[in-house]
């Protein structure tokens, strides 16, 4: 049993569609980060929510932390091809240590 | 700073074989971590160190995986013997010891054991 849970696993939709991934834990949590892995790559950070009920926005991406800090979300509006890639949201359980969520992998379709 | 370096980019080895992965953090940053990612379980945190010191290894499988730190800027991990369940790719992790900051990855070393 993983501590974070990302849903759904898989997501494939088509360009111009909207989506939300998931991320939940039954622990609470000082900050939550989201990341995204393209192929043969590293996980590449988009951006840390420290604060419950935060609302951060990057472009077409919109990130909320839950209200107890125990979950967040990643809503991306119009997805287009070059958002394809593997979601992973990440967490400080105790101390500086990192553990990730099973990741979303999303394709977009042209 | 050429960011975090991970050698070697792949590795083919035969079942039984003692296999060395390698870790350059970027200059500065207190934390290192060791991941390993499957399809199939994801990514999973093997090992991280704090100022070169081992803090959390629960997440090693066994007794044939270990990691160390000898200096601020250099790491190992060793898997003697390989199996080919050991097969993954093996993601080498660092940042700074301040709360809430980026982890940055290298490009891992993606190893197969035949």
């Known amino acids: 049993t993983q501590l974070l849970e990302q849903s759904p696993q898989f997501l494939s939709i088509q360009e111009g569609e909207n989506l939300t991934v998931y991320c939940n834990s039954s622990s609470v949590f000082s900050s939550l980060q989201w990341y995204r892995q393209e192929p043969g790559e590293g996980p590449v950070l988009l951006v840390t929510?420290?604060?419950?009920?935060e609302v951060k926005k990057l472009k077409r991406l919109t990130f909320q932390f839950g209200d107890a800090r125990k979950d967040s979300s990643l809503h991306i509006t119009a997805a287009q091809p070059g958002d394809t890639g593997l979601y992973l949201c990440a967490g400080d359980p105790a101390g500086n240590m990192l553990t990730f969520g099973g990741g979303t992998r999303l394709m977009v379709k042209p | 700073d050429a960011g975090v370096i991970q050698s070697p980019r792949h590795e083919v080895t035969e079942m039984g074989q003692e296999v060395t992965l390698r870790c350059k953090p970027i200059?500065?940053?207190?934390?290192l971590f060791w991941y390993r990612q499957t399809m199939m379980r994801g990514l999973e945190l093997l090992i991280y160190?704090?100022?070169?010191?081992?803090?959390?290894d629960s997440g090693m499988p066994e007794d044939r995986f270990s990691a160390k730190m000898p200096n601020a800027s250099f790491s190992t991990l060793k898997i003697q013997p390989s199996e080919p369940r050991d097969s993954a790719v093996y993601f080498c992790?660092?940042?700074?010891?301040?709360?809430?900051?980026?982890?940055?990855f290298g490009q891992g070393t993606r190893l197969t054991v035949v």
């Open positions: 200059s500065g940053h207190n934390s």
């Open positions: 992790a660092s940042r700074s010891a301040l709360r809430n900051t980026e982890a940055f």
């Open positions: 160190f704090n100022n070169n010191v081992p803090i959390d």
């Open positions: 929510v420290v604060t419950g009920g």
